[in-house]
């Protein structure tokens, strides 16, 4: 399996390499030259196998140059730090059926990801003899995961960005109470777009990305979406086994475009028809909501909400959708994003009916977010998180009677214990791994948000040899 560039300017390149570079060095992102199409009787052998060796099975479709020996020890250690067996359950209740994606170490489920992307990090440069700095920003959880993915890990230096007081507080404290010399946590005075803006800036300077051997754990990183492709098949085949249903809607809280691309490909590779609707859900910050709807994505100011993780307005695997969009043409996706860079507003209306079969969308704004969680509680006495109340309620207004959807519940309650208690009038019991953070030693840089500012930053703290 070959990797290329949604701009069409690299030469094809294997996966370990894909992993390693992160954003293309044309400035676009890297996807595989072909999906593959598993046959139906090698989907069928799928069906009762457990989640990590589902997982096993999906990533060598994409995978070529990691011996399956190896990929089966990187997987399983990858899912050893997870608290439940299964690694993402499915609860029903209330006619939605709720995977749950945060049994992972953080609590979120980026943890489904990043622990194997760590693993992989750590994996190829002993293999290569080489060092990383990885740079990256965050919304909330991505942070988190990233930075327990790569703790204390050899080899290895991670900076991570987040927008000074705009995540909860728990999940600043998840970044910032890991004290590893191997962790810079950086809280920028901005938005988690500019943020990520920065990130891309610093990787398209392609001599300062040579020079500190930048790796990337965005979900700009293949390996990042391609891990979560696993968990789009399994709930599929959990659902089939528990109601017979032949044909699954999902529906997923996404700003970034990351986690429901996933579900994207998971539907490209799969039976036509096994995954039917992609129901795409934002909170008020609706830019990929309005693309659905009208063809419109165009940037607005972010507003701040009860779920942090998805104030974004510049959705960053956007760019990967978009090159299905264009029939794969790279020149047309790089005009495009060029005119994005200048004008920040995309006119995409001409391609609605192509995007309507492919998804459909809400906007959930604040109160019913806050509703959602009040009544799901009364209902079914359990408790959702503001970004999976987001994806529920964009469910709820999607209702389909000829088939099963799935909500991907993307973080514990307890990580946004203000939002939640202001919906049911009670504290959700801390867990453990939250539990402990209090009173926990922490270390936070805070800078302007400024390429340049982080820049210097990264210099004077980048591992520059090994050894």
């Known amino acids: 399996m070959r990797y290329i560039s949604t701009r069409g300017n690299i030469e094809p390149i294997g996966f370990l390499d894909a992993v390693m570079m992160g954003l293309a060095t044309d400035g676009g992102l890297l996807l595989p030259e072909t999906l593959p199409q598993p046959g139906p009787d090698k989907v069928k052998s799928w069906q009762f196998l457990p989640y990590q060796q589902l997982a096993v099975e999906i990533l060598s479709l994409f995978i070529d140059d990691i011996e399956r020996r ?11 730090s997870f608290s439940h067996p299964q690694v993402t359950p499915i609860a029903h209740r209330d006619n939605v059926y709720i995977m749950e994606l945060f049994h992972g170490p953080t609590l979120a489920f980026k943890d489904v990801a990043l622990q194997l992307l760590g693993n992989l990090f750590e994996y190829e440069l002993a293999r290569r003899d080489s060092f990383m700095n990885i740079v990256g920003a965050t919304s909330g959880d991505t942070g988190s995961a990233a930075i327990h993915g790569v703790r204390g890990k050899d080899r290895i230096n991670i900076f ?9 507080p ?25 943020g990520q803006a920065i990130v891309k800036k610093i990787f398209n300077d392609l001599e300062f990305k040579e020079k500190y051997k930048l790796g990337a754990v965005n979900s700009i990183n293949w390996a990042r979406v391609l891990a979560q492709v696993v968990y789009y098949i399994y709930a599929y085949f959990k659902l089939k086994r528990a109601t017979g249903a032949e044909s699954v809607n999902f529906s ?42 009208h063809g419109d994505y165009s940037k607005g100011q972010v507003i701040p909400t009860m779920s942090p993780s998805m104030d974004i307005q510049v959705s960053s695997n956007f760019e990967r959708y978009l090159y299905y969009l264009h029939n794969e043409n790279g020149d047309k996706v790089r005009a ?27 906007s959930i704004d604040e109160r019913e977010t806050s509703a959602t969680i009040t009544d799901f509680y009364a209902l079914n006495g359990y408790l959702l998180d503001p970004h999976t109340a987001v994806g529920v309620r964009a469910a709820q207004m999607n209702e389909d009677p000829a088939r099963p959807t799935i909500c991907l519940a ?12 202001r919906a049911i009038g009670k504290e959700p019991d801390l867990p453990k791994p939250l539990a402990d953070l209090a009173g926990k030693e922490s270390r936070c840089t805070v800078l302007d948000a400024d390429s340049e500012i982080i820049k210097s930053f990264i210099r004077k703290n980048a591992l520059t040899s090994h050894g």
């Open 170 to 194: 728990l999940q600043a404290l998840q970044m910032t109470t890991v004290t590893d010399p191997n962790v810079f946590n950086i809280a920028i005075r901005g938005t988690f777009d500019d």
């Open 160 to 168: 991570i960005m987040h927008p000074e007081g705009r995540t909860s």
């Open 336 to 362: 495009d994003m060029e005119q994005f860079e200048s004008t920040g507003k995309l006119d995409l209306s001409a391609h609605l009916e192509r995007v309507r079969q492919d998804f459909v969308s809400a």
């Open 252 to 293: 997923v809280p996404t700003g970034n475009f990351g986690d429901i691309f996933a579900g994207y490909i998971a539907k490209r590779i799969m039976p036509e028809g096994a995954i039917n609707r992609l129901i795409l859900a934002t909170n008020s910050n609706d830019i990929l909501t309005r693309f659905v709807q």
């Open 70 to 80: 190896t990929l089966e020890e990187l997987v399983e250690r990858s899912y050893a």
């Open 410 to 421: 993307t973080a514990h309650p307890a990580k946004f214990g203000d939002a939640v208690k």
